[in-house]
């Protein structure tokens, strides 16, 4: 059974930095691209960003292009998000999620539930 | 960046209605397109994928169609399990979502 499980999510000033990590079972992480999504309260989701095999494609949302780095571990089965210069904006719950491609189309097959980011003074 | 809008943006319902839900792309991005049903506290579920492909697992009372610019999801029997957000998700440029749509019970 897959299984992605989320942590790291908490309370931080705006200016801080959080890193995020996200625990893989149940499938041959190293064969798998992996993104983040979140979704603001009340707000729709939010696609972050994706990660391919070996690290050697990262692909960003343009907005949050320089304060977010998506990582991984394959040894660990292990994908991570480090959260910089954090703003209020950016309080959400992060989803990490396996993506796949069907000719062409990439999808989400397998999220996690998620953790919060309350960015607040 | 497309923009992904959805309408109506929520719904209610009786168990067994047929219920439909639209979803539109600000511009045309052929069969690019998926559907996600989400519960609070749960991870999002992937329902149909490139417009029409039921996932593996996905009970077949949801079905999907559209190309271009405007796609939509049907529930042909709502089932209490039922209730649920769901969003729409394109991935010809980039990958944005729909807004949701949130269907309650009646």
């Known amino acids: 059974e897959v299984q992605l499980v989320e942590s790291g999510g908490g309370l931080v000033q705006p200016g801080g930095s959080l890193r995020l990590s996200c625990a893989a079972s149940?499938?041959?992480?190293?064969?798998?691209?992996m993104s983040w999504v979140r979704q603001a309260p009340g707000k729709g989701l939010e696609w972050v960003a994706n990660i391919n095999q070996d690290e050697s494609e990262r692909v960003y949302v343009d907005s949050l292009k320089g304060r977010f780095t998506i990582s991984r571990d394959n040894a660990k089965n292990s994908l991570y998000l480090q959260l910089n210069r954090l703003r209020a904006e950016d309080t959400a719950v992060y989803y990490c999620?396996?993506?796949?491609?069907?000719?062409?189309?990439?999808?989400?097959?397998?999220w996690g539930r998620g953790t919060l980011v309350t960015v607040s003074s | 960046d497309i923009q992904m809008t959805q309408s109506p943006s929520s719904l209610s319902a009786y168990v067994g209605d047929r219920v439909t839900i639209t979803c539109r792309a600000s511009?045309?991005?052929?069969?690019?397109l998926n559907w996600y049903q989400q519960k609070p506290g749960k991870a999002p579920k992937l329902l149909i994928y490139?417009?029409?492909t039921l996932q593996s697992g996905v009970p077949s009372r949801f079905s999907g169609s559209g190309s271009g610019t405007d796609f939509t999801l049907t529930i042909s029997s709502l089932q209490p399990e039922d209730f649920a957000t769901y969003s729409c998700?394109?991935?010809?440029?980039?990958?944005?979502f729909g807004g949701g749509t949130k269907v309650a019970i009646k």
């Open positions: 999620a396996r993506l796949r491609d069907s000719s062409g189309c990439l999808l989400f097959d397998f």
């Open positions: 490139a417009a029409s």
């Open positions: 511009q045309r991005i052929s069969t690019y």
């Open positions: 149940g499938f041959t992480f190293s064969s798998f691209w």
């Open positions: 998700q394109q991935s010809y440029t980039a990958i944005t």
